[in-house]
């Protein structure tokens, strides 16, 4: 079993490397001192006496250095004349701790990808290195990147009682183009299930007539952005495209708000013998993004004592996610995100990425004519995507 073996052979390596390091004259335990008397750099030396000191084997194994650095102490220690045994019993220890490595992960990445699994504390390192990695790379080869994006929704009953409206608040903050060829179609891209039929209006609950009509002026950038219309032949659709005017890194940076509100958005209550109980939202990341906001705002009164649940998905193309789909949980990553409940009025609703967010929220309550206090704030996550993923909401 793979749990055990990384147990015993992480438990064997830290003994060994904790008698080896004792061995060493003036038995050097603090990093700087251990550097300074094997010549290996600090932060390897750091690193190995953190390990040596932990008391769970399974958190030794993913704190250690690898097994070259592990190997250039042992060689270093040699210098010192310490007893060949404990040398031997370290070099050993490094065997079958590269082994390990090889057999189970494949690498050392690989294995502390198993490790995080096991221990809370790996994982959030683990995913957080890797969402930093992912949104580098996918930031390149999109060439567009954003330090916040922003999907907030409102819940609110409807005027039909059977049913919910909603508002979708899509945003950027610090939007740039990182390469001068890269477009970026501009839309509120949020999807919501059981809505078909449902009317799609701007903050004055008027038809959408042109794509500034969702931009929320007063949270953009100044100058407003502004953008370019292409019609979609034989489609009736029109397509959106931010106009960059040749800009190019921080000086092409945007920030662009936008709200549309779902009239019917939601059902309200489950009906006998409904093949299609839950309801949800999902909210794609079209730009790579240092954070996503994902927010979802209940009135009191929208879905009394249920409790949301969230998914990370990668929709690949499948597209948005359906909460009524069984097949759907093939496609939730296993990333740790989690619903908290932060108690009832928008003075509550502070997110520390967007400043003026309160007054955000505010303002659409204000314009749909909604009592701010009435609503519960639902975060969902705080993260760094770089990959399509789909975050989902659902009741």
Not at 150 to 175: F, K, M, Q
Request: hydrophobic letters at 40%; aromatic letters at 6%; glycine letters at 8%.
């Amino acid at each position: 079993m793979t749990l055990e073996r990384v147990t015993l052979v992480a438990r064997e390596l830290a003994a060994a490397f904790k008698d080896l390091i004792e061995a060493v004259p003036g038995r050097p335990h603090r990093p700087q001192l251990l550097a300074q008397t094997l010549k290996i750099d600090k932060s390897i030396c750091h690193r190995l006496l953190t390990a040596i000191c932990k008391g769970d084997p399974v958190a030794a194994a993913h704190v250690i250095p690898g097994p070259e650095p592990l190997r250039r102490i042992t060689r270093a220690a040699r210098e010192h004349s310490i007893a060949p045994s404990v040398a031997e019993r370290a070099e050993r220890a490094v065997q079958e701790f590269e082994r390990l490595i090889r057999e189970e992960g494949g690498d050392r990445a690989g294995l502390d990808a198993l490790i995080s699994t096991w221990l809370p504390s790996a994982r959030r390192r683990f995913e957080s290195a890797a969402k930093q990695s992912l949104y580098r790379g996918a930031r390149q080869l999109k060439g567009l990147a954003a330090d916040v994006s922003i999907g907030t929704h409102l819940i609110h009953p409807s005027a039909d009682p059977r049913r919910c409206d909603g508002a979708n608040i899509v945003g950027y903050l610090g939007l740039r183009r990182i390469r001068p060829e890269a477009t970026f179609k501009v839309g509120v891209t949020c999807a919501v299930t059981n809505a078909p039929g449902s009317r799609v209006l701007t903050l004055r609950r008027t038809p959408i007539e042109h794509p500034r009509d969702l931009l929320m002026q007063r949270f953009c950038s100044q100058p407003a952005p502004e953008l370019i219309v292409y019609y979609k032949p034989g489609s009736g659709e029109w397509v959106y495209e931010m106009e960059w005017h040749n800009a190019v890194g921080p000086n092409s940076a945007r920030n662009v708000i936008m709200c549309d509100v779902l009239l019917g958005a939601m059902r309200r209550y489950r009906e006998p013998d409904d093949d299609r109980p839950r309801v949800g939202v999902t909210d794609p990341i079209a730009v790579p993004t240092r954070t996503f906001v994902f927010d979802l705002l209940l009135h009191a009164d929208a879905y009394p004592g249920r409790d949301p649940q969230l998914r990370t998905i990668e929709g690949g193309a499948r597209g948005p996610a359906d909460p009524n789909d069984p097949t759907g949980d093939l496609d939730v990553l296993p990333i740790v995100e989690h619903v908290e409940f932060m108690g009832w009025g928008v003075e509550r609703f502070r997110a520390e990425e967007i400043p003026d967010y309160v007054e955000l929220l505010s303002t659409v309550c204000e314009q749909l004519g909604w009592d701010p206090h009435e609503f519960s704030w639902l975060p969902g996550t705080r993260r760094v995507p770089g990959i399509p993923i789909l975050a989902s909401i659902c009741n």
